[in-house]
T-cell receptor
Framework: SQTIHQWPATLVQPVGSPLSLECTVEGTSNPNLYWYRQAAGRGLQLLFYSVGIGQISSEVPQNLSASRPQDRQFILSSKKLLLSDSGFYLC????????????FGPGTRLTVT | AQSVTQLGSHVSVSEGALVLLRCNYSSSVPPYLFWYVQYPNQGLQLLLKYTSAATLVKGINGFEAEFKKSETSFHLTKPSAHMSDAAEYFCAVSRAGGYQKVTFGIGTKLQVIP
């Protein structure tokens, strides 16, 4: 069966510091991968998606970036965090054509101080 | 373009009462529809999905939803609420295509009163 991991689970970082969140998927190959941010009362905001290694699409301009160095690894980064980057970050994957649902990881709670 | 509207950001029900969470969608093509549940500080878990087969869809934990094209609705129901159903519920819409963008509603927090 497929599983998705995210780490760290929680993170407290000062403004201006760098960020690296990692997501890995097991049990599937060539998944579509997604990064979302969830802020209180605002639902899920799609940040990035990737349909293959090195292929990244950005949905919202911001000071975050994403990379996919391996088929089942997705990384969210920032060079300098802002207070507004605080939130709950979720990674998700979806599978082969015809399987339209997305499956989510456990999330990372980021607090920028 | 596609969107979903969840009516009621907070819903309270008594334990044992009917749960009804409302979702209306907008889509220019036949949609695929989903309901997800999120417990505090956890990821989203898929409850059920509609992908153009049966209009009444049964999911996990006793939940079901009915696709009504004429009303553009996909409401989530459960006959009898349990305390463990207290969580946030998200309706979502997608469509066929190589890249499956999913659009989520803003969520409905369900409170179950003992």
């Amino acid at each position: 069966s497929q599983t998705i991991h995210q780490w760290p689970a929680t993170l407290v970082q000062p403004v201006g510091s760098p960020l690296s969140l990692e997501c890995t998927v097991e049990g599937t190959s060539n998944p579509n991968l997604y990064w979302y941010r969830q802020a209180a009362g605002r639902g899920l905001q799609l940040l990035f998606y990737s349909v293959g290694i090195g292929q990244i699409s950005s949905e919202v301009p911001q000071n975050l970036s994403a990379s996919r160095p391996q088929d089942r690894q997705f990384i969210l980064s920032s060079k300098k965090l802002l207070l507004s980057d605080s939130g709950f970050y979720l990674c998700a994957w979806s599978g082969a054509p015809g399987l339209y649902e997305q499956y989510f990881g456990p999330g990372t709670r980021l607090t920028v101080t | 373009a596609q969107s979903v509207t969840q009516l009621g950001s907070h819903v309270s029900v008594s334990e044992g009462a009917l749960v009804l969470l409302r979702c209306n969608y907008s889509s220019s093509v036949p949609p695929y529809l989903f309901w997800y549940v999120q417990y505090p500080n956890q990821g989203l878990q898929l409850l059920l999905k509609y992908t153009s087969a049966a209009t009444l869809v049964k999911g996990i934990n006793g939940f079901e939803a009915e696709f009504k094209k004429s009303e553009t609705s996909f409401h989530l129901t459960k006959p009898s609420a349990h305390m463990s159903d207290a969580a946030e519920y998200f309706c979502a819409v997608s469509r066929a295509g190589g890249y499956q963008k999913v659009t989520f509603g803003i969520g409905t927090k369900l409170q179950v009163i003992p």
